[in-house]
């Protein structure tokens, strides 16, 4: 079975500091991961994916993740917090060879103080 | 082009009811994967539909119940209501062929149930 752990599931950050949200995975196969970001009172939205390809992944909103197979980690950063980063963050799995099931972490809501 | 909806936004029920939430997906999409939500936790998967059948399930009661019609909408089931089902409920869409990257989040229905 897949899963990811989320490490932190609070993280405050001064605006302009550096943003990294941890994300150790677990699974059988080589998996796809992916990071969501959920404002409140909103869905999930896509910040990027690994799939398998470049193993340093940049997304949206200037976030990137690099996958560090040695470690099973896929850890979220962004160089420069903005205070519209205030938000929870999801790290996600799922099983390249599945039916596109997504196992969620529990979230890492991000706080950015001005 | 409109994204995945849903329907209703918000929804109360007492203990022992029957719902229904209901789920449009985007357009060009053909499957539909329902998660829920529960407070303060990460999206859990419920089950996902593709051409009208159930493809694969979580770890969820029969309680919970879908069907998918021919324009690819979908509907969630839920009786007996327990105060555990209060919870975000999140549809998702995506091609059936597509890798998981391609899952389009709607903005989900929040249940209470009293």
């Known amino acids: 079975a897949q899963s990811v752990t989320q490490l932190g599931s609070h993280v405050s950050v001064s605006e302009g500091a550096l943003v990294l949200l941890r994300c150790n995975y677990s699974s059988s196969v080589p998996p796809y991961l992916f990071w969501y970001v959920q404002y409140p009172n909103q869905g999930l939205q896509l910040l990027l994916k690994y799939t398998s390809a470049a193993t340093l992944v940049k997304g949206i909103n200037g976030f990137e993740a690099e996958f560090k197979k040695s470690e099973t980690s896929f850890h979220l950063t962004k160089p420069s917090a903005h205070m519209s980063d205030a938000a929870e963050y999801f790290c996600?799995?799922?099983?390249?060879?599945?039916?596109?099931?997504?196992?969620f972490g529990i979230g890492t809501k991000l706080q950015v103080i001005p | 082009d409109a994204g995945v909806t849903q329907s209703p936004t918000h929804l109360i029920k007492t203990r022992g009811q029957q719902v229904t939430l209901r789920c449009s997906p985007k357009s060009g999409h053909d499957t539909v994967s329902w998660y829920q939500q529960a407070l303060g936790q990460g999206p859990q998967f419920i089950f996902q539909y593709y051409e009208e059948e159930e493809r694969q399930r979580g770890n969820f009661p029969d309680r919970f119940s879908g069907h998918q019609f021919p324009n690819y909408s979908s509907e969630l089931n839920v009786n007996a209501l327990l105060l555990g089902d209060s919870a975000l409920y999140l549809c998702a869409s995506s091609f059936r062929t597509g890798s998981p990257d391609t899952q389009y989040f709607g903005p989900g229905t929040r249940l209470t149930v009293l």
């Open positions: 996600a799995v799922s099983d390249p060879g599945g039916y596109q099931k997504v196992t």
